[in-house]
């Protein structure tokens, strides 16, 4: 298991030589050297996960080294491979490889490359870390490496000040999460006094129900209260209600970004750590019943709001919470494998879309407002077939009684069935959720495409492709720092009334002038290679994740009687996730193609809703109101009156004061004359006198 090694410290090795040369090396040798190292781990991890669909293959364990030895306390950093950590292996490392060669072209005018992609590999090391972890602790030190990467990258056009306060919106956020995995940890360890992740596993099912903790002068259930403890944690990470705010706002980093943390990588991570520490959520009824009812929630709001969104890289992103609610739900309801095989086919079509998302920006001259597309499909025909398959696979189409379908059909309608068949009242609400928010979802994907690659151009009114047409007759517009810029405020104010459908008629063809291109290779490859993973990878591990005790070998709880009865719903609950499918089609092709004043007059027609959806049910309102205001106002407090007020005051300011009042006195003495120093000279030998006399 030595290619272990390499698999995760690979892509360490290569961010530190491209970050450490960085313009020394210059920018192809950085690329190359971060690449390599990438599709070196991608092509080590697929054998140990292939291997792993044989079944009934043990865990094993490779040491690094020793760690830490305090006392009871004792932990070294080991590498846990099972069938869980090759799943994640593959996922992280495979999305990873194909954003970094997407980076290429897409970054190819950036003037910092180098640092983008030595943070990509550090990114990408730490997430390996990660799912590796045999140790809480050591899962906890991949989990703020995420945390830290994903800062650096939000934040990389830093001159940017959106970008800026995304990074930071994304940093505080998480570490609120953090905050409750923390105390996850210690409580953990307090409990169980180890960090071991199996010696705590094999514990934990004897402590269902059977012991109380004191939390907050109270005594709870203690499997209870640390699960939820863990599970906040979870929240923040995988950006679950409540502290889902930051998601959106990680838009602001380069698209390629958004595929790296969106896809595979940092909102997957609670969801995987919620399956890896299953035995002990399964002594925690309580706890599941948390997950799934958030989980539910989550897939609900994100659902609706994603809806009426006009960005379209924002419109993915609340896709991508959606999604981790449906997973988060699964996992509630007991359903570890049907978690994680969405999680496995979400990362082939979710990385697909939003790297089809920046080809599409990248030809319009990185506009991202859907109202400015329109026509595409001709222009650029390879990125609307490779974003028209990782629409199949979201949405969910296919056949049960053929059983043939695209990723998503299998993943998500394994879930819907699975929370149907659960029995329990969480359960059923859960699928209640499930099918609606399918509707949504297949609403607002289909309307993505609708708005983007059918009806007329509406280029002309994009100041970006004016700008572009502009270049194009003598001007080259640098665009490093800027190029992703998204106006929602310009384009709200000026089309607050969904006026997207036919506003480019007064200007010829709508098009400006301006003709998209196809993006480069390097940028198209990655969309061809997702592409088939969103159509197959459904198809060919559905057997595998769902129906396989002996896949999982212990890496989850697995529950069998669970997954056959999910084989037993009735016919309706297995076609409903296709009936509503195909009910949020029509609906978004009445919309967007058949009808397009349709969406104007619904949106005028429920007003306060549509807002309140359009706004983003104003939790970000509401959490400026709450949190940040009296947050600023405490600062204000602190700086004003303790630091400077008081610290200052009598502290350095004071020390300065006395000194310079001090000198001035003495400057009163140093008058110069002789006769004065002689005097004082006579004094002072007159009191040494006197004391020794005394």
Known sequence: MSSILIIVFAPLLASIIAGLGN?????????????AGLFISCGLSWPIFI??????????????????????MSFDWALRVDTLTAIMLVVITSVSALVHLYSWGYMDEDPDQPRFFAYLSLFTFAMLMLVTADNLVQMFFGWEGVGLASYLLIGFWFKKPSAGAAAIKAFVVNRVGDLGFMLGIF?????????????????????????????????????????LLLFVGAMGKSAQLGLHTWLPDAMEGPTPVSALIHAATMVTAGVFMVCRLSPMFEAAPIALGVVTFIGAATCLFAATVGT???????????????????????????????????????????ALLFLGAGSVIHAMHHEQDMRFYGGLRRHIPITFWAMMAGTLAITGVGVYHL?????????K??????????????????FWIGVFAALLTSFYSWRLMFLTFWGKPRWIQS????HAVHDAHGHHDDHADYAHTAHDDRAHAAHADHGHDDHAHDHGDGTGGYHPHESPLVMLIPLIVLSVGAVAAGQVFKGAFLDTAAFWNGSIAYNEHLMHAMHEVPYLVKYAALIVMLLGLLIAWYGYIRNTNFPRSVAEQLGPVYRFLFNKWYFDQLYHVVFIKPALWLGRQFWQRGDVGLIDRFGPNGAAWLVDRGAVLAKKVQSGYLTSYALVMLLGLVAAISWVLV
């Open 23 to 35: 313009r020394h090396i210059g920018n192809v040798p950085a690329k190359i050297i971060t690449t």
């Open 51 to 72: 291997h792993y669909l044989g079944g009934d293959v043990p865990a094993q364990v490779v040491p690094v080294l020793k760690w830490v030895q305090s006392g009871s």
């Open 187 to 227: 409580g953990t360890f307090l409990v169980f006094q180890t960090t071991s992740i199996p010696e705590i596993l094999a514990a934990a099912p004897a402590l269902k129900g059977a012991s109380s903790i004191g939390f907050l002068g109270m005594r709870v259930d203690t499997m209870t209260v640390l699960c």
């Open 308 to 350: 009426t969104q006009w960005d379209i890289k924002r419109v993915i992103a609340y896709s991508t919470c959606s999604q981790l609610g449906y997973m988060f739900f699964a996992a509630g309801v007991g359903a570890y494998g049907a978690a994680m095989f969405h999680l496995f086919t979400h990362a082939f079509f979710k």
């Open 403 to 411: 059983g043939v379908g695209f990723a998503g059909f299998f993943s």
């Open 413 to 430: 309608d394994a879930i819907i069935e699975v929370a149907y068949a659960s029995g329990t009242e969480v359960g059923r609400f859960a």
């Open 463 to 466: 100041e970006h492709i004016q």
